[in-house]
């Protein structure tokens, strides 16, 4: 017997939300209602689907596998019922394109280039947010992620790689035009150097050059990206900044639901464009695909 969709879907919500009563509240049941929902999907599948944690709940091994799927499943229906929306008076409405970023990237790439695909896919209002640095995964109600990511991506979504995160030193016009400009590595270290976060990538980039100074522990530090490129426009000093400015990283990386929806696919495109037309072609093709259920 195939399991109900009212309990593939209590299922789905529960594994989301962590919690019995979050999934009650969001679905407007009682909790008595949605545990009675994962029983009866327990019994049908006969295996265990939760264990109990603390107040909340966590999955199994079976239950994990099974929230993956049905996560990517539920999403691909939402995105395919939205086509067909349409307003009051019959005129179908602009599809919302709801992206996560990175805040760096947002700023500093994505927000100065939106005029371009709002002229090229009218139809498509953006909807626009901040992702954690440590956002991983890519949820059902996001269609498009853009995070860094320094090891390959897990399964539960297609990927490609954006940008590059390799830094480089970078300083201003203003600071140079009282300091002279460096022609070697070691000329740096006469220099005002300054730090997003850690001082330790300038260890790495002076060890990499076959140098070990010792007095790396100084100048100003930042605790993130905005201010220290804040900092550097500012004539502050140097600093280490990947070429287009974006965050000390090893890769930018853009997500997106498998089987994506036109209107993701469209932005897709449009972002592989635009960077190919800066000179830095982003990877071809898809490297990360959920395998299909």
């Not at 599809?95 to 500093?108: G, I």
């Not at 995160?165 to 270290?189: C, I, K, N």
């Not at 905005?226 to 965050?247: E, H, K, M």
Request: negative net charge; contains cysteine; charged residues 20%.
């Amino acid at each position: 017997m195939r399991p109900s969709l009212s309990s593939l879907n209590a299922f789905e919500v529960v594994s989301r939300l962590g919690s019995i009563t979050a999934a009650a509240d969001e679905l407007n049941i009682t909790q008595s209602a949605v545990s009675h929902q994962i029983r009866r999907l327990e019994a049908t599948l006969e295996v265990s689907l939760l264990e109990r944690a603390g107040r909340g709940v966590v999955l199994s091994h079976a239950g994990r596998r099974l929230a993956d799927g049905l996560q990517a499943g539920f999403a691909r229906i939402e995105q395919s019922v939205a086509e067909f929306e349409v307003d009051p008076q019959g005129v179908h409405q602009r599809r919302q394109l709801r992206v996560s970023c990175l805040p760096s990237v947002a700023v500093r790439w994505l927000i100065p280039r939106l005029n371009s695909f709002r002229e090229q896919c009218p139809d498509i209002a953006v909807s626009l947010q901040y992702a954690g640095i440590s956002a991983r995964g890519l949820l059902p109600e996001v269609d498009v992620m853009i995070t860094w990511q320094d090891e390959l991506p897990d399964k539960s979504s297609q990927a490609f790689r954006l940008f590059s995160g390799a830094t480089q030193p970078v300083a201003s016009p203003l600071y140079l035009e009282h300091h002279r400009r460096p022609t070697q590595p070691a000329d740096l270290l006469k220099l005002e150097l300054i730090h997003d976060q850690s001082r330790q990538p300038w260890h790495d980039w002076f060890n990499n050059c076959g140098l070990y100074p010792s007095q790396l522990d100084k100048g100003d530090l930042y605790q993130d990206f905005s201010l220290l490129s804040a900092a550097v426009v500012a004539g502050q000093g140097v600093a280490l900044c990947p070429p287009r400015l974006i965050r000390k990283e090893l890769e930018d990386w853009l997500f997106h639901h498998p089987q994506p929806a036109r209107h993701v696919q469209q932005f897709c495109d449009w972002m592989r464009a635009e960077i190919a037309a800066e000179g830095e072609a982003a990877d071809s093709g898809v490297i990360v695909s959920r395998r299909q259920l």
